[in-house]
T-cell receptor, first 112, second 112 residues
Framework: EAGVTQFPSHSVIEKGQTVTLRCDPI?????LYWYRRVMGKEIKFLLH????????ESGMPNNRFLAERTGGTYSTLKVQPAELEDSGVYFC??????????FGPGTRLTVL | KQEVTQIPAALSVPEGENLVLNCSFT??????LQWFRQDPGKGLTSLLL?????REQTSGRLNASLDKSSGRSTLYIAASQPGDSATYLC???????????FGGGTRLMVKP
C-alpha cells in the first residue's frame, strides 16, 4: 500500500512569489490534514479536510494560505504571496475516521 | 488549549541502555496519544498509538504507557541501538477535535 506522498520535497522561492504544495493521501482515507513546523517550533496543525470539505481550518495562519481538496482526493496548499516567516516544513497526513494518522515526508519550503 | 511538553529535549546514551522519554499534556480530555519517530530530513513514522482507555502499548523493544489523569505518557526503549537515533515526538488528539497537538520532541543519540 502506497503511503502519503508530497510534492515537491523541497522548494526555494523569493519573498512575494507563490508556491503550491501537493499532497496525495493514502487511497481510501477521507481525512486529510496539513501541519507545519517553522524553525525552532513544534509541529502545528493547519487544517483538516473530510473528503472535499474543510472540517477545521482553525490553524491557518492568515489569508495568504489557501488549501483545496477538489474531488476529495489529493490536496493542494497555496501560499500567496510567500513571506520569510513561512519557511519551514509542511507535512500532510491522512487517516480513516479517527484512527491513526499517517504522515508524508514533508515539503521543505525556503523563502528568501 | 492543549499543550504538550517533552523532556528531555535531547538525550545521548551508550548502546545497550534502557531509556525513558517523557511526554506531558495539560488537558486530560484526550482521545488518543501517538508516539512518532522522525529521522533527519524524513517524515514522521508512527510508532505506537494508545487510546484514552488503554494504559500501555508495546511493539518490539518499545513500550508506551499512558496515565491520562496525571497528563503523562512515557516511551520506554529497551536495549537501545545506534539505529534508534532519531527525534521522538509525542502527539495527542483531544476528544473535541481531530487535530494532533505535538510536543517539541526528544532528540536521541545512541552511541556505539
Amino acid at each position: 500500500e502506497a503511503g502519503v506522498t508530497q510534492f515537491p520535497s523541497h522548494s526555494v522561492i523569493e519573498k512575494g512569489q507563490t508556491v503550491t504544495l501537493r499532497c496525495d493521501p493514502i487511497s481510501g482515507h477521507d481525512n486529510l490534514y496539513w501541519y507545519r513546523r517553522v524553525m525552532g517550533k513544534e509541529i502545528k496543525f493547519l487544517l483538516h479536510f473530510v473528503k472535499e470539505s474543510k472540517q477545521d481550518e482553525s490553524g491557518m495562519p492568515n489569508n495568504r494560505f489557501l488549501a483545496e481538496r477538489t474531488g476529495g482526493t489529493y490536496s493542494t496548499l497555496k501560499v500567496q504571496p510567500a513571506e520569510l516567516e513561512d519557511s519551514g516544513v509542511y507535512f500532510c497526513a491522512s487517516s480513516q475516521v479517527r484512527f491513526k494518522q499517517f504522515f508524508g515526508p514533508g515539503t521543505r519550503l525556503t523563502v528568501l | 488549549k492543549q499543550e504538550v511538553t517533552q523532556i528531555p529535549a535531547a538525550l545521548s546514551v551508550p548502546e545497550g541502555e534502557n531509556l525513558v522519554l517523557n511526554c506531558s499534556f495539560t488537558d486530560s480530555a484526550i482521545y488518543n496519544l501517538q508516539w512518532f519517530r522522525q529521522d533527519p530530513g524524513k517524515g514522521l513514522t508512527s510508532l505506537l498509538l494508545i487510546q484514552s482507555s488503554q494504559r500501555e502499548q508495546t511493539s518490539g523493544r518499545l513500550n508506551a504507557s499512558l496515565d491520562k489523569s496525571s497528563g503523562r505518557s512515557t516511551l520506554y526503549i529497551a536495549a537501545s541501538q545506534p539505529g534508534d537515533s532519531a527525534t521522538y515526538l509525542c502527539a495527542v488528539r483531544d476528544n473535541a477535535g481531530n487535530m494532533l497537538t505535538f510536543g517539541g520532541g526528544t532528540r536521541l543519540m545512541v552511541k556505539p
